[in-house]
């Protein structure tokens, strides 16, 4: 099931991290609320004062409204998709992160932007769903509904996105590499690695996007 946050204060949070640096796949069905602000879909990051952190984000606050996937480390560095992404309807988001110095954003399967600046973490510690960590503090948060957020411990390929975003099942892509699933059966409960999401806000229950697995 997917769920609604309030852009002020609700978001999920775990205490630990399917993956910690490249290579990973963040991807998710959002549905925003408008595309004035830029907003975190989901991340990962540190619970103590450091900024280092990864995410994936629907920039609307940025020219061109492009999804957006980013990492603050020992550099900062973000690829944009070349799409834009609409309001109140439902979009699919993706950020393959390949290596250290290699990443890459897709929108609804395509519109693909790269970015190859170098850039490590450490200490990452946090998954977040609608919000990001920065120095501790947990803010942009997310205004709309997020489904369907999953980590793969590996960089998909074009083709392994454009079918997610075609409805195919995650755990059905890289099934091997998939640490990270909030299913719609249980939607804070990671039916992959056995995570659990703590709901601050509180987030609500919202309708999935409009498929069937």
Do not use: Q
């Not at 925003?32 to 629907?58: C, D, E, K, P, W």
């Not at 929108?107 to 170098?118: A, E, P």
């Not at 803010?139 to 997610?164: Q, Y």
């Amino acid at each position: 099931m997917a769920r609604s946050y309030n852009g002020t204060t609700a978001y999920l949070i775990c205490s630990s991290a399917p993956v910690t640096a490249a290579p990973f796949t963040m991807s998710c069905w959002f549905n925003a609320a408008n595309v004035t602000a830029t907003l975190v879909l989901m991340s990962l990051g540190v619970n103590t004062g450091s900024t280092h952190r990864f995410a994936l984000s629907a920039a609307g606050a940025t020219a061109g409204d492009p999804v957006t996937t980013d990492v603050v480390g020992s550099a900062n560095a973000t690829a944009s998709t070349t799409t834009s992404y609409s309001a109140n309807v439902w979009n699919h988001a993706c950020g393959v992160h390949a290596s250290s110095s290699s990443r890459s954003v897709y929108l609804n399967g395509g519109g693909v932007g790269t970015n190859t600046t170098s850039s490590t973490t450490t200490g990452i510690n946090r998954t977040l769903i609608g919000a990001r960590l920065n120095s501790g503090s947990v803010g942009l948060f997310w205004n709309g509904k997020v489904a369907f957020p999953c980590i793969h411990s590996a960089a998909l390929t074009a083709e392994e996105i454009a079918s997610l975003f075609a409805g195919k099942n995650p755990m059905l892509v890289r099934p091997d590499s998939n640490p990270f699933f909030l299913s719609p059966y249980n939607d804070r409960a990671d039916i992959r690695g056995g995570l659990l999401m703590t709901d601050n806000g509180p987030t609500t229950a919202a309708d999935d996007p409009p498929f069937y697995w």
